[in-house]
């Protein structure tokens, strides 16, 4: 993948002197942004979201919550996982050494080393290793939860997350620029800038970058982020647009903390117990969109799209040696001193995604019924080359010193510059294809002006081969799978509707067993009942919704003695719960966001934990999954003469989490909170502060084991500049 660098360098310089971001053109459902829109009157050229047809959020049965760029700019929200915690009933996961959105919806996280359920702009954008996904380029969020895998395909049953970028928009030139400063010597910038070039072309740049320290000792990072395109509309009926996706980033992998005999708290949050030596993990993504769009008469249009990314992960890391059962001869803490046994890895990952797509939408009628029809294909390739040797501390025993060959740190006083020798044989060392082909269809009949019925389903096909270069064994999987759908809503006023829905999904896994047989996909079925207020993203919006999911065929150990260290499809999960969802800008300049979840998932058979091999029993809890969590956030605006001014709070809660499978060390619950403010002295200028954690409290977003935990920051101050011409 060395056609990368042939862009990094302008890219990066681009960015570096100002790197202009992109906002996104007005969809078939959405008004065009207000404040960019220019006093004359002009036609706004928009495009529909794949997927979607013509059917509004308002009339989808099934529970949508949507986060706009405007609350992001509010907020000072920066990273996409940020923007998820303003989402009922997502779950933060193991971020993979702070390089991974690790997230669950509804209690299901899926793949642990890829971030399914994310699309961008109709495009998987969970595939692959590119980090974690930055908001500078984000217009829209739409987090669709439920079922839904009769249209998007295979994945988790909990949800979709839908991303909209910032686009060329034709008819208007407009920008945006932005400095901002905050602890940790961190900097940033941030720019945006819309060139309509005539009545039908136009381009547009948006990014940033970032650097900085961290609270994590010896942490320092490095971030551009560039999105630029074009869009070309030679009719009102007629659009094409292009993107390109690209990012640097350079920083040290980071387990984070640990529990010292299960107990949190004992070293400092920012330790850290990985060897500054190791230098930086290389993050690189290098992407391509096409889209087209025609009417074709009427109500009905064609789409279609082409999508290629490539990612790049590469770098070494050390990491503390896992104990889970506390017998492994390698791991030297509490035995019995304050030495820390580490790993040392190395890591050279690539993939690249190739997308290619088309769909027709539009709606009929018959007598006075409407449908509103969905009907497409899509196919894709997926390749993983994966790169991994691992060096293991010797074993030790009990009484002796703790030596240079256990590659281990003290905890209270890491003392580094230690390096670890890696294995001849490789670790992993596979080259892997994924193809897969599908087609989807929808109907959502209107029966009435009250009544909508929606029924749909997809057939995939998938086909998946890897090679072990190890032992050059090569192994194949096909599997085919139709997942249909149904839902319906009733509007009981112009402003309340009730929704219920069915979906069945899957999900491939990878692997094979010990009889080198691939393991059958995991199979999900989800429900979903809820009452909605207004359309999601509106000025009055809100929804509540119960639900309950299940899904077999996850992977668990062999209990055979015979097998260890290799998997079975053995395992099955249930997750049911409530959430709630309200957003408002009321009178009085008053705007509101709350959020709550109840969450009741669970293991419902007994199993091996398959990395561990520890003990699962029907009733033990999912990971990192939280009973209960909820958001409140607040903004009061007001004008003093000419000028505006705004106060905001906001408080996080979550609840207590299981932090290991197969044990019962967790993670406690905690409430952080927030304050905003922001003061506009001319109409092109806003400059606002916020304080993060702002009772600087102790806390923990999620783990993999004791030994890997993601400690939360502490307090942190952040100022902004803004601009906009």
Request: hydrophobic share 35%; charged share 20%.
């Amino acid at each position: 993948m060395k056609k990368m660098s042939a862009v990094k360098g302008a890219l990066i310089a681009g960015v570096a002197m100002g790197a202009m971001p992109i906002t996104a053109w007005a969809q078939s459902a959405a008004p065009a942004e207000e404040e960019a829109a220019p006093a004359e009157e002009m036609v706004v050229i928009g495009q529909r979201q794949q997927y979607r047809g013509d059917v509004p959020l308002a009339s989808i049965p099934q529970s949508v919550q949507v986060i706009d760029a405007k609350t992001l700019q509010n907020l000072n929200i920066t990273r996409f996982d940020a923007a998820l915690d303003l989402s009922s009933g997502v779950s933060r996961q193991n971020n993979f050494g702070g390089l991974f959105d690790g997230f669950a919806i509804r209690g299901f996280a899926g793949d642990e080393n890829f971030a399914g359920g994310v699309l961008v702009n109709g495009f998987n954008g969970g595939r692959g290793y590119g980090g974690p996904r930055d908001a500078s380029n984000i217009e829209k969020i739409e987090i669709l939860k439920g079922p839904n895998g009769a249209v998007f395909g295979r994945g988790e049953p909990g949800g979709t997350i839908s991303i909209t970028t910032k686009k060329a928009k034709v008819g208007d030139t407009f920008g945006t620029f932005a400095v901002q400063g905050g602890s940790w010597n961190t900097y940033r910038v941030e720019a945006d800038y819309n060139l309509s070039l005539s009545d039908t072309v136009a381009i547009r740049l948006n990014g940033a970058a970032q650097d900085g320290d961290s609270f994590r000792d010896t942490i320092h990072q490095t971030l551009y982020t560039a999105n630029p395109s074009i869009l070309f509309a030679p009719s009102k009926d007629t659009s094409i647009s292009y993107e390109l996706e690209f990012m640097h980033n350079r920083v040290p992998f980071d387990r984070g903390t640990i529990a010292v005999n299960n107990k949190l708290g004992v070293v400092d949050r920012s330790t850290f117990f990985g060897e500054p030596g190791d230098g930086d993990m290389r993050v690189d993504v290098l992407g391509h969109q096409v889209q087209f769009q025609q009417k074709l008469g009427g109500d009905w249009y064609f789409l279609a799209g082409f999508g290629y990314r490539e990612t790049e992960f590469k770098g070494f890391s050390s990491e503390a040696e896992l104990d889970p059962l506390g017998t492994n001869r390698r791991q030297t803490l509490g035995k019995p001193g304050n030495f820390l046994a580490r790993q040392r890895r190395s890591r050279d990952y690539s993939t690249d995604n190739l997308v290619v797509r088309g769909e027709i939408s539009g709606k009929f009628y018959t007598g006075g019924i409407t449908h509103h029809v969905l009907l497409g294909a899509d196919w894709d390739r997926f390749r993983i080359d994966l790169l991994q040797l691992r060096g293991r501390p010797a074993n030790y025993t009990a009484g002796t010193p703790v030596t240079a060959a256990n590659y281990a740190v003290d905890i209270f006083n890491p003392v580094y510059g230690q390096t670890l020798a890696l294995g001849a044989t490789p670790l992993t060392n596979t080259y892997e294809t994924q193809k897969a082909w599908g087609v989807y269809f929808q109907d959502q009949i209107d029966l009435g002006e009250r009544l909508k019925v929606r029924v749909g389903g997809r057939y995939d096909n998938y086909r998946q081969t890897v090679l072990n270069r190890n032992n050059n064994r090569t192994t194949n999987v096909h599997i085919k799978q139709f997942s249909p759908t149904a839902g319906a809503l009733y509007e009981i006023n112009d402003d309340l509707s009730i929704f219920a829905g069915y979906g069945e999904g899957f999900r491939p896994n990878s692997g094979v067993d010990a009889a080198s047989r691939p393991f059958p996909a995991e199979m999900s079925k989800s429900y979903e009942v809820g009452l909605r207020l207004g359309e999601p993203g509106g000025a009055l919006s809100g929804s509540i919704a119960a639900f309950t999911m299940k899904k077999n065929n996850i992977l668990t150990a062999d209990t055979n003695p015979a097998n260890a260290g290799f998997s079975i499809a053995g395992g099955a999960a249930r997750s049911r719960g409530v959430e709630v969802d309200f957003n408002a800008n009321l009178p009085g300049d008053i705007s509101i966001i709350a959020t709550y979840a109840f969450l009741d998932a669970e293991w419902t058979t007994s199993a091996g934990d398959k990395d561990f091999g520890l003990a699962i029993n029907p009733g033990d809890r999912l990971i990192n999954i939280p009973k209960h969590a909820a958001n409140l956030i607040v903004n009061k605006g007001f004008t003093l003469g000419e000028q505006r001014f705004t106060l905001g709070a906001g408080v996080n809660y979550v609840g207590k989490r299981l932090g290991e499978t197969g044990t019962t060390f967790e993670l406690p619950g905690y409430i952080i909170a927030r304050a905003m403010a922001s003061y506009e002295p001319a109409d092109n200028i806003k400059l606002t502060a916020d304080v993060t954690n702002l009772f600087d409290k102790e806390f923990y977003t999620a783990s993999y084991s004791r030994f890997w935990i993601a400690p939360g920051a502490p307090r942190a101050f952040n100022v902004r500049a803004t601009f906009t011409f």
